[in-house]
């Protein structure tokens, strides 16, 4: 799987970018700022899409690559996998669902659904996490753990069911949080404290609600005694009441005389201050209504005021309008006219603003010449282009067909095999066929002695043979008979192999019957000539047919000695010469048959190579260089080189639209000038506008401002005229000296007035409360005080006082024994159930610690079959980063140490320390080898490719000089995509 070429829209600072990508290796080495690693991002983000964001800037893709210029965001990516090449197309809103993903078959031109969305989750069997663990190498990043549930999966050849990994961090993060539910491995929670401290609260509860039956009877006892104290206490109460009342009759007497004498004293009191007030105006005294009106009139006049002196900003305004009441008197432009003006001004500034940037940028330019020295032979046409896209399409195909015109591999291995069993010579089909003739020969003579021993038996009428013997002799006929059958039966089938089978097991069991037979006929003729039945001439028959059988075997195994040297019939061998030979003839004609083809095809491929050669050379600079990627550069530069053209001659007709209309601005700007007397040069029309907008705006608030101060004057000139003759008219009337200035006196009038109808209002109330006085108590005032014996009122309400306090002392004293008494009462009443709780939570925290000590089994377990599993893969990761970290640090295998969580530890001083002991370069040496060392056990023989952005900032200069040997041999493997921004850590590509 590689990485063909990418076109980026619109991604973080990068906008219409493009770049193809060497088979190998491909270095991209640019200035800080480029967008290296937004490059790296956005080939990251083709495959896997954006992950949810988070709330800060830097875990939030998607908001941090906005594209800064706005447009399309989003762009394509081709790449080749399993030798097919497909182009990935997203897009990307401001969120997920307004994404859109599609992927294109290049090689059939339509769309594909071969990958889904996940297309890099589906093509590395890896999550976007372990992605950037594995074969994505970021600028500067620390990395925890390599471990992840997908490598985990990946590596234990898990991948059709990475939920079983995840399962298990799950599970065992499950059965934790269980186990702490009821005893936590740090901190006092859980079930079982919370049971602790809700037994030693019970316990405190119980022993304290025990501790309460004595003060309950103390109680008690007391609450008796403030009984009987509250009963003295209320009789004795009773009695001062009784001695208050009599006394308070003698003392309300005497009240009655004095106040009577008070009301009297009030009367006269105010009577004299009426008439000491009403000496003070012989003429009336005013009313509250024109004492009023004369305040208000003195108000009016302080409201306005002394008369107001012109201050320096009032001069400055007069002399300004004065000055310039010529350059006005034509009109004084509007708010519109400014603002017109300003309008076509940004204008003319947009305009020569776009005129400065009316050019292509300085990568375009670059990118222009780059293209013209490209196409410097001439532009190739659309047509030529697919005609030479057509040619390629065919040479792929025809290397494609290539490589099926040969023998499937079990068949070419078996014509080795052949080849290998006829080294000794390829057999003759006519000495085949003799040889097969030879041994049917052989099995016919059998057979004859056979029909002579038959015949034989059938004659042997005197001297039968045991019972037994006869019934094996005649077992092993008729099973030879019925193998010989099967085998020509499979013979007849073309089923070589069992058909020879049959027929030497048959030929066996005959010629063990024959064998048998002769040797009963033989054992049978000893005692006497007279009992055999076979002549000689038949035994010198059998003998003779015997020695000729023997020497046609003979033959026939001397012939496929050669070939095959083991203990089978030869009949099977021979039948196994046959099948191989037809074998090996048909697989070396079809391997024949697929050379003709294949030179056929290598034919039509080295014309098309040629032509493509040749009308391609102007265009290839590099000779390695496959024919589609520089198809795809041609098209894509074409493509690149007429926008870039036509972007250019757009800028010039706009350059020159653009300068006739900043002469036309300029010729309203300075006819708008010189109607105002104002002379301006071009580079000041911005401040010389809003100096003139402003002159013109403070020439109408000046004039405005003179009016008003010209009217105000007038009005208060008017004002002090009227209030000064209503004083004058009051004065007049009441015979008082009144002047304008003189408002102290109007106060005290109006003083006097409100103390006058006061006063009048209280003499009036005074005598109503004296003649109501005087006849409600007209009795009480004409009886005489008597003499009554009785304590001082006082005293007797002293005592009255102390009573009452005692008293209240007394119930307040009861109030409390009361509420004590219930409080404790409710608490002895609770000990039943404080004995119950007291029960159920000491088994709730036996059966809770039960279940932790289960749920610690549990998790134990669990973490061995997770520690089981990451020993099958650990040592392939161990051993690959062994040889890394012994390349670049010369570290050997035993002072270098991987857990299952694939961190890293290496011995310094005889202790194993973590990689934070180490320097930053270290640990960046040890993140690059365990990285690789990760990629050779994730995809074994299907070679991803790696990006590198950067990941040597921190190494000197021999540790970098290594690092770059290693990613230049990783290159032959993998395709590399390394970016760097120092030309001293760039790697030269030969």
């Known amino acids: 799987?590689?990485?063909?070429?990418?076109?980026?829209?619109?991604?973080?600072?990068?906008?219409?970018?493009?770049?193809?990508?060497?088979?190998d290796l491909t270095v991209i080495c640019e200035d800080n700022g480029f967008g290296k690693t937004t490059l790296a991002e956005f080939i990251k983000t083709m495959f896997y899409g954006f992950p949810r964001a988070g709330r800060t800037l830097e875990k939030n893709s998607r908001k941090k690559n906005d594209p800064w210029q706005g447009g399309t965001f989003g762009g394509n990516l081709v790449f080749e996998h399993e030798g097919t090449r497909y182009r990935i197309e997203r897009t990307f809103g401001s969120v997920p669902r307004h994404d859109t993903f599609a992927l294109y078959d290049l090689d059939k031109n339509k769309k594909s659904n071969r990958f889904s969305e996940d297309i890099g989750l589906e093509l590395f069997e890896l999550d976007a996490d372990s992605f950037e663990r594995s074969t994505y190498l970021p600028q500067m990043q620390t990395i925890s753990s390599f471990s992840t549930s997908s490598i985990q999966a990946k590596l234990s050849d898990l991948v059709e069911d990475t939920n079983d990994i995840i399962n298990y961090d799950k599970a065992l993060q499950a059965l934790k949080n269980k186990r702490s539910s009821y005893i936590p491995f740090r901190g006092s929670s859980g079930s079982v404290a919370e049971a602790d401290r809700r037994l030693t609260k019970l316990h405190h509860?119980?022993?304290?609600?025990?501790?309460?039956?004595?003060?309950?009877?103390?109680?008690?006892?007391e609450i008796d005694q403030l009984e009987d104290r509250k009963e003295k206490l209320q009789s004795s109460l009773e009695t001062t009441r009784q001695e208050i009342t009599l006394s308070a009759e003698a003392a309300s007497r005497k009240a009655l005389k004095s106040q009577h004498q008070a009301l009297q004293n009030r009367v006269r009191k105010i009577a004299g201050e009426q008439s000491v007030i009403q000496d003070a105006y012989?003429?009336?005294?005013?009313?509250?209504?024109?004492?009023?009106?004369?305040?208000?009139v003195y108000d009016k006049v302080a409201q306005v005021g002394p008369e107001p002196i012109k201050s320096e900003a009032e001069q400055r305004e007069e002399t300004f309008v004065s000055d310039n009441a010529s350059r006005f008197a034509g009109g004084i432009p509007s708010e519109e006219d400014f603002d017109y003006y300003q309008q076509r001004l940004n204008r003319r500034i947009s305009?020569?603003?776009?005129?400065?940037?009316?050019?292509?940028?300085?990568?375009?330019?670059?990118?222009?010449?780059?293209?013209?020295?490209?196409?410097?032979?001439?532009?190739?046409?659309?047509?030529?282009?697919?005609?030479?896209?057509?040619?390629?399409?065919?040479?792929?195909?025809?290397?494609?067909?290539?490589?099926?015109?040969?023998?499937?591999?079990?068949?070419?291995?078996?014509?080795?095999?052949?080849?290998?069993?006829?080294?000794?010579?390829?057999?003759?089909?006519?000495?085949?066929?003799?040889k097969q003739r030879e041994l049917a020969r052989a099995e016919e003579l059998r057979l004859e002695n056979l029909t002579i021993a038959i015949d034989e038996e059938s004659l042997m009428q005197q001297h039968p043979p045991k019972q037994e013997k006869r019934v094996l002799l005649v077992m092993l006929i008729v099973?030879?008979?019925?193998?010989?059958?099967?085998?020509?039966?499979?013979?007849?089938?073309?089923?070589?192999?069992?058909?020879?089978?049959?027929?030497?097991?048959?030929?066996?069991?005959?010629?063990?019957?024959?064998?048998?037979?002769?040797?009963?006929?033989?054992?049978?003729?000893?005692?006497?000539?007279?009992h055999s039945v076979i002549s000689r001439e038949e035994r010198e028959a059998i003998q003779q047919n015997e020695r000729e059988a023997a020497a046609l075997e003979k033959s026939v195994l001397y012939y496929v000695a050669p070939y095959i040297s083991d203990d089978r019939s030869l009949s099977s061998k021979l039948s196994e010469i046959e099948t191989k030979y037809s074998q090996y003839q048909l697989l070396k004609r079809r391997e024949e048959q697929l050379t003709d083809q294949r030179?056929?095809?290598?034919?039509?491929?080295?014309?098309?190579?040629?032509?493509?050669?040749?009308?391609?050379?102007?265009?290839?600079?590099?000779?390695?260089?496959?024919?589609?990627?520089?198809?795809?550069?041609?098209?894509?530069?074409?493509?690149?080189?007429?926008?870039?053209?036509?972007?250019?001659?757009?800028?010039v007709e706009t350059a020159k639209r653009t300068r006739i209309e900043i002469d036309s601005i300029d010729d309203e700007m300075n006819a708008f000038f010189r109607a105002f007397e104002t002379s301006v040069q071009q580079k000041d029309y911005g401040s010389q506008l809003l100096q003139l907008q402003k002159e013109a705006s403070f020439y109408v608030r000046a004039e405005e401002n003179i009016e008003e101060r010209r009217s105000q004057k007038e009005r208060r000139r008017q004002i002090i005229s009227e209030c000064r003759e209503r004083i004058k008219v009051f004065s007049e009337t009441f015979s008082l000296a009144l002047a304008l200035e003189d408002k102290e006196t109007a106060l005290r009038i109006r003083d006097d007035v409100k103390e006058a109808k006061m006063l009048a209002k209280n003499a009036q109330e005074a005598k109503r409360d004296l003649e109501q006085f005087s006849v409600k108590h007209k009795e009480e005032l004409a009886t005489p005080i008597s003499d009554i014996d009785v304590r001082d009122l006082g005293e007797l309400k002293e005592i009255e006082k102390r009573s009452v306090s005692e008293l209240t002392r007394v119930a307040e004293a009861l109030t409390h024994r009361h509420q004590r008494l219930r409080v404790i009462?409710?608490?002895?009443?609770?000990?039943?159930?404080?004995?119950?709780?007291?029960?159920?939570?000491?088994?709730?925290?036996?059966?809770?610690?039960?279940?932790?000590?289960?749920?610690?089994?549990?998790?134990?377990?669990?973490?061995?079959?997770?520690?089981?599993?990451?020993?099958?893969?650990?040592?392939?990761?161990?051993?690959?980063?062994?040889?890394?970290?012994?390349?670049?640090?010369?570290?050997?295998?035993?002072?270098i140490f991987v857990n299952q969580e694939l961190d890293v530890q290496m011995e310094r001083g005889g202790v194993a320390r973590e990689l934070a002991y180490f320097s930053v370069g270290q640990t960046d040496i040890v993140m690059l080898c365990m990285r690789f060392a990760l990629v050779d056990a994730l995809f074994g023989d299907k070679k991803p490719f790696v990006i590198l952005d950067d990941p040597f900032i921190n190494l000197d200069d021999d540790n970098t000089e290594k690092a770059l040997s290693l990613i230049k041999d990783f290159s032959e493997e993998y395709q590399i995509i390394y970016m760097t921004c120092n030309s001293s850590r760039e790697l030269v590509v030969s």
């Open 1 to 23: 799987m590689r990485i063909i070429s990418l076109k980026i829209e619109n991604f973080g600072n990068l906008s219409d970018y493009s770049l193809t990508f060497d088979r």
């Open 205 to 221: 509860q119980l022993e304290q609600a025990e501790n309460m039956f004595p003060e309950l009877d103390a109680l008690q006892q």
């Open 825 to 895: 009462q409710e608490q002895t009443d609770k000990i039943p159930a404080l004995q119950d709780d007291l029960t159920e939570w000491t088994e709730r925290r036996k059966d809770d610690i039960k279940r932790a000590d289960l749920l610690d089994w549990a998790i134990h377990f669990l973490q061995q079959a997770k520690d089981s599993l990451s020993k099958s893969y650990l040592g392939t990761i161990k051993q690959s980063f062994t040889k890394y970290m012994k390349r670049l640090l010369g570290e050997e295998e035993e002072s």
């Open 479 to 530: 099973l030879g008979l019925c193998a010989l059958g099967a085998g020509i039966v499979f013979f007849v089938q073309q089923s070589f192999l069992f058909g020879g089978g049959f027929l030497a097991l048959g030929i066996v069991l005959l010629l063990a019957a024959v064998y048998n037979r002769l040797r009963q006929m033989i054992s049978g003729g000893s005692p006497s000539a007279a």
């Open 599 to 651: 030179q056929s095809m290598q034919e039509r491929v080295a014309i098309l190579s040629a032509q493509l050669q040749e009308v391609l050379a102007p265009y290839r600079p590099n000779k390695d260089l496959p024919f589609r990627d520089l198809l795809a550069r041609i098209r894509t530069g074409r493509s690149q080189l007429l926008e870039l053209t036509r972007k250019l001659q757009d800028y």
């Open 351 to 434: 305009c020569v603003s776009s005129l400065e940037h009316a050019d292509l940028s300085t990568n375009e330019k670059k990118k222009l010449q780059e293209l013209e020295a490209f196409f410097s032979d001439g532009i190739p046409k659309e047509g030529i282009i697919d005609e030479w896209e057509e040619k390629e399409n065919e040479l792929k195909t025809l290397n494609s067909q290539l490589k099926d015109l040969q023998l499937p591999s079990d068949e070419a291995t078996k014509l080795r095999h052949l080849e290998i069993f006829f080294a000794p010579g390829l057999p003759d089909e006519a000495a085949l066929s003799e």
């Open 282 to 296: 012989p003429n009336g005294m005013p009313s509250e209504l024109d004492v009023d009106q004369l305040l208000a």
